[in-house]
């Protein structure tokens, strides 16, 4: 059994992150990536600000950008905005296409995890991988220490019948009815006729209604005039918030 010099637990945005900034900085270390899913990234999609990295940091992660926008618009009842400030989107299938051609065989799928220590992870199976460190990437645990809100969102990508219109994101529609708690529409228009919308809730518990929130985005488009046609792709979670 091989020894490496970093186990990350967990395959999804912030350890994929590490590994990847790791093998451009550092390709001679031997880097294990583990994941319960099928695919890294847990089916996500990320987006951020132009401003939020760096020109270094904006070339590195480069190859895991596929849509860049120059600008993007905000909604609210009283005040609504479009700014022009880049916004970049790193989808689930390059995400875990960059992956996957960076850490193979390095990265096992399908793979739960029994125990982990500082320096050792024992499997499901009872195999147990040693390493020099080990990062523990699998997402917020519950603890009675922290109090936690929740970004509760299912979002969902549609091909159209006919042009949405759209020539920059809508990151942020809040004239919509705001239901359990802060609510807001996020629409990205990835070609002229699909794109991802996501209803979006600021909540107390992580207890989005799933059919719900398919209906609201169901009506949201309606009352823009999209046309839904077929859907592509399906995305939901719950982000801790303290």
Do not use: K
Request: net charge negative.
């Amino acid at each position: 059994m091989p020894r490496y010099d970093l186990i990350l637990v967990g395959a999804g945005l912030a350890n994929g992150l590490i590994a990847l900034r790791l093998r451009q900085q550092r390709p001679s270390l031997r880097i294990l990536l583990i994941d319960a899913e099928r695919e890294p990234g847990a089916n996500h999609t990320w987006s951020f600000h132009a401003e939020d990295l760096t020109e270094t940091q904006h070339r590195w992660i480069a190859p895991l950008v596929v849509h860049h926008w120059p600008g993007y618009e905000v909604r609210f009842p009283q005040r609504s905005r479009s700014l022009n400030s880049g916004y970049f989107c790193v989808t689930a299938e390059r995400f875990a296409q960059v992956i996957r051609d960076r850490f193979a065989p390095d990265l096992l799928l399908n793979t739960r995890v029994a125990s982990i220590a500082s320096r050792a992870v024992t499997l499901d199976d009872g195999r147990v991988l040693e390493s020099d460190a080990v990062i523990d990437g699998r997402g917020y645990q519950p603890d009675a220490a922290l109090r936690m809100g929740f970004q509760s969102f299912v979002g969902q990508e549609w091909q159209l019948s006919e042009p949405h219109g759209l020539t920059a994101p809508i990151i942020m529609d809040a004239t919509v009815d705001q239901q359990a708690g802060y609510r807001f529409v996020y629409s990205l228009p990835f070609s002229a006729d699909t794109l991802l919308i996501e209803d979006t809730h600021y909540i107390d518990n992580a207890t989005l209604e799933g059919d719900r929130a398919r209906q609201n985005i169901r009506d949201y488009a309606a009352q823009q005039g999209w046309r839904l046609d077929r859907l592509l792709r399906e995305e939901q979670g719950a982000l801790p918030i303290t």
